[in-house]
């Protein structure tokens, strides 16, 4: 008799089974803080995209580690009080339809037994804090399942309310990724990435639901089903030069038709992030826009792979400015070190990858920097496509390569600035808002904008001036082109 394969839900604590409202309240009293004015301030570190303990940086209380064995004296651990009201009756309702419960967060050693004092029971049950690992690193979850026995990751789900510190790493771990949306979190980040087996409001939903999480997913799907028919874009890093939030890689775009995929340039810490969305080894190629290091620095780690990582040296197509094998060689000091990525130089025109087609034209920024336009190599010209702005300081360059019915990805490092000299070398977001309007795209999408120049207000300006839907290119975002 084959014996049944384990199931496990696993499961994260902060908002997920402990609602946190006593905690950051407790913080505010203690910093003499109004709660509504800390709170504020805590939803404001999450939507720029930084890490919670950033909070005390904004109230300026850079003493707030000073103060924590008073916190956690007044706190006095979880109490069942703090338990959400769907905790305890979820895990048993999911204990009874068979799976196995694990709880494995970032918390402290103490939170263990705590826990367990207040009704909460598991087959397994650790902290980071004794692990010595922490989300969102690969190692937590590869721990994590070793606590399960090592069972294959695809029978485990994996419940939590942060995007970045769950749901992503946990999808890259092969787990079933459930994003919960409760808490500040869930509040402030609305856009499930596809990278999401299953999106609830809550754990009564998840009992309900997790039938759900089983079902194949479009990667799994069988040659000439599902997934042959898709033309879609998945942004795997938008991020400018620098950035401070957590998990936002550099400019990294993915696009796929059918089994055919490619990238539109390869940023710093591009190629850690697209292993959430596809083995490196199977994409067509890489179309790099210009050459500075934001755009294609992540070439090396590519290279690197290629080599190093696989069962024998392999090899990509790359297709970049003239001077980008140079650039990487000098770097590097080995002359030809991309050599393992075979391709031509960029030149105004037209390149044909398998089942996309490439339209490439100059743009006003650096020294040979290219705009895209990227459509299905069966489709007419005229069909929709995706524009990429790559970046740029002259929005009619971009104009140029615009038909209607496009998805316009436009750079918007200015943001919400009015005025910026062209020698800048980028766009405001009320320009690219222009450039999608006078183009007749369906959709913008604002990508590579500065921390300090409001991502979020950006939107707000660009759908002042563009009538269709405006989005943020936030990592996992998957649109549908057409």
């Known amino acids: 008799m084959t014996e049944l394969r384990a199931r496990w839900v696993c499961l994260d604590v902060g908002e997920t ?6 905690l950051w309240s407790l913080w505010a009293d203690v910093l003499g803080i109004p709660r509504l004015t800390f709170m504020s301030a805590f939803g404001a570190v999450i939507a720029r995209g930084g890490e919670h303990r950033g909070v005390f940086e904004l109230v300026a209380r850079p003493d707030w580690q000073d103060l924590m064995p008073r916190v ?3 706190y006095g651990g979880f109490q069942l009080t703090d338990l959400y009201p769907d905790a305890l009756r979820s895990l048993e309702a999911l204990r009874e339809a068979g799976y196995r419960i694990a709880i494995v967060a970032n918390q402290p050693i103490v939170r263990t037994a705590e826990l367990r004092a207040i009704g909460v029971t598991a087959d397994v049950v650790a902290m980071s804090d004794e692990l010595g690992v922490w989300k969102p690193d690969a190692a937590f979850f590869a721990t994590a399942l070793a606590l399960m026995d090592e069972p294959d990751p695809s029978d485990v789900i994996y419940v939590g309310d942060r ?3 769950d749901v992503l790493p946990a999808a890259a771990a092969g787990m079933r990724a459930v994003w919960l949306r409760r808490g500040p979190w869930g509040v402030i980040e609305r856009t499930a990435p596809p990278q999401a087996a299953l999106v609830i409001d809550s754990l009564d939903e998840l009992v309900k639901r997790i039938a759900e999480c089983w079902t194949p997913r ?8 599902e997934k042959s028919s898709t033309f879609r874009l998945t942004i795997v890093g938008g991020a400018p030069a620098y950035a401070l939030r957590p998990g936002h890689a550099a400019s990294c775009y993915l696009v796929e038709s059918g089994d055919v995929g490619i990238l539109l340039d390869m940023g710093q810490g591009a190629f850690a992030a697209l292993g959430a969305y596809r083995e490196p080894l199977t994409l067509r190629a890489v179309v790099v826009s210009h050459l500075h290091p934001d755009h294609m620095i992540d070439l090396v780690a590519l290279r690197h792979y290629l080599r190093y990582g696989l069962d024998r040296p392999r090899s990509v197509t790359l297709h970049g400015p003239a001077q980008l094998r140079v650039r990487i060689g000098a770097l590097m000091g080995e002359a030809g070190f991309l050599d393992d990525l075979p391709g031509h130089d960029l030149k105004p025109g037209t390149i044909e990858l398998g089942a996309l087609r490439v339209e490439a034209r100059p743009v006003t920024h650096a020294l040979n920097s290219f705009g895209f336009r990227v459509t299905r190599a069966e489709a007419p010209e005229e069909a929709p496509g995706l524009v990429y702005s790559g970046d740029c300081g002259r929005p009619e360059d971009i104009l140029a390569l615009v038909r209607p019915g496009d998805t316009l990805l436009c750079e918007a ?4 600035s009015e005025t910026v000299a062209e020698e800048a070398a980028h766009l405001t977001a009320r320009q690219a808002a222009e450039v999608a309007r006078d183009g007749r795209a369906a ?3 604002l990508t590579h904008i500065l921390d300090a120049h409001d991502p979020e207000d950006s939107a707000v300006l660009a759908r002042t001036v563009f009538a269709g839907p405006v989005e943020l290119a936030a990592p996992g975002l998957a649109v ?3």
């Open 17 to 22: 089974l402990i609602d946190e409202t006593r």
């Open 72 to 74: 956690q004296a007044e």
């Open 163 to 165: 995007i970045d510190n």
């Open 218 to 225: 479009v990667a799994e799907a069988a040659p000439g089903t």
């Open 413 to 416: 490092s200015w943001g919400t």
């Open 443 to 445: 959709r913008l999408i």
């Open 480 to 482: 549908d082109l057409g």
